[in-house]
Nanobody, 123 residues
Framework: VQLVESGGGLVQAGGSLRLSCTASGFTFDDYAIGWFRQAPGKEREGLSCISSENDVTYFQDSVKGRFTISSDQAKGTVHLQMNSLKPEDTAVYYC?????????????????WGKGTQVTVGS
């Protein structure tokens, strides 16, 4: 099982980035995919998850209305569109796979993780 994040980078406040999580080595349709982030000195926090049934949940009020999760099952890819970025969004962003296919907001429930992609938002 492999998850690879891409699309991170440096952007000014108010800008947008689109992160991608490409999965391989498992039946994509059976898993839930979550996005998490971890800022320096802070715990990893769940942002959003899309279930195997394409149900979507956003865990943080701070990203609701700004971030959108979507899935391209044919390509085995989950995207996180991030708009109106703020300096406090600066973090390493991770995607993770959960084998039950259900939505969980805690990192411990996820079985496989990517290595992360850095997002830096300048003020």
């Amino acid at each position: 099982v492999q998850l690879v994040e891409s699309g991170g980078g440096l952007v000014q406040a108010g800008g947008s980035l689109r992160l991608s999580c490409t999965a391989s080595g498992f039946t994509f349709d059976d898993y839930a995919i979550g996005w998490f982030r971890q800022a320096p000195g802070k715990e990893r926090e769940g942002l959003s998850c899309i279930s195997s049934e394409n149900d979507v949940t956003y865990f943080q009020d701070s990203v609701k209305g700004r971030f959108t999760i979507s899935s391209d099952q044919a390509k085995g890819t989950v995207h996180l569109q991030m708009n109106s970025l703020k300096p406090e969004d600066t973090a390493v962003y991770y995607c993770a796979a959960e084998t039950d296919g259900a939505i969980y907001d805690t990192a411990q429930r996820y079985d496989y993780w990517g290595k992360g992609t850095q997002v830096t938002v300048g003020s």
